[in-house]
């Protein structure tokens, strides 16, 4: 199965307002993680992304935080605007060969 | 920069026929994923190359689905015989030498009837 899932598969927020998407890995062992950003129609795009030996990574609007006790990821978006609307993915690196292993994702949806 | 170059965009085929798609990474990228992304689900590696060898096609079904690189540039993938689970999104994504962010191209979306 998956290595690495989402909570929730739908986020809706507010314009203006943060958001934070969550994930859950399996492998302790991996060492590289990223989000992506899938619009429709589109392939996904690279947001930020952190090793394991970082817990927090900043980007611009968002940060990435790892949490390797409990195997979390999350990504929190400040300010979110409507272009942000999209399906987020995490993704982890599976033994440092390239070979990369994608969540489930999680849509977010941004009202005006 | 030109990003990753994907054709067709789109195809709809009957099951047991065949179908190929293109991919052409970005310049002097040296290594080429091909990803199935099924419809509400994350996207599943199928491939992995490094120049013209294959690298990763543990998760490639062989019996149907087949990859080339030959010159080390564009790549092809290819489905014979087409089942109705095939239909997805086929990603293919490149990534430079000694790098880990990938980029993806558009994607050719396969619906199988």
């Known amino acids: 199965g998956e290595s690495v899932g989402l909570h929730l598969p739908t986020l809706s927020v507010q314009e203006g307002d943060n958001s934070i998407i969550n994930c859950a890995y399996s492998?302790?062992?991996?060492?590289?993680f990223i989000w992506y950003k899938q619009e429709s129609g589109k392939g996904p795009q690279f947001i930020i992304d952190i090793r394991s030996n970082m817990d927090k990574r900043q980007g611009q609007r968002v940060t990435v935080l790892l949490n390797k006790t409990v195997k979390h990821l999350s990504l929190q978006i400040a300010a979110t605007q409507p272009g942000d609307s999209a399906v987020y993915f995490c993704a982890e690196e599976e033994n440092q060969g390239g070979k990369l292993i994608f969540g489930q994702g999680t849509e977010l949806s941004v009202k005006p | 920069e030109a990003g990753v170059a994907q054709s067709p965009r789109y195809k709809i085929i009957e099951k047991r026929q065949s179908v190929a798609f293109w991919c052409n990474p970005i310049?002097?990228?040296?290594?080429l994923y091909w990803y199935q992304q099924i419809l509400g689900q994350g996207p599943k590696l199928l491939i992995q190359f490094q120049n013209n060898g294959v690298v990763d096609d543990s998760q490639l079904p062989k019996d149907r689905f087949s990859a080339e690189r030959l010159k080390g540039v564009d790549s092809t993938l290819k489905i014979q015989p087409a089942k109705l689970e095939d239909s997805a999104v086929y990603l293919c994504?490149?990534?430079?030498?000694?790098?880990?962010?990938?980029?993806f191209g558009p994607g050719t979306r396969l619906t199988v009837l």
């Open positions: 492998n302790s062992a991996s060492d590289y």
């Open positions: 994504a490149s990534t430079p030498v000694g790098h880990n962010e990938q980029f």
């Open positions: 310049s002097g990228h040296a290594t």
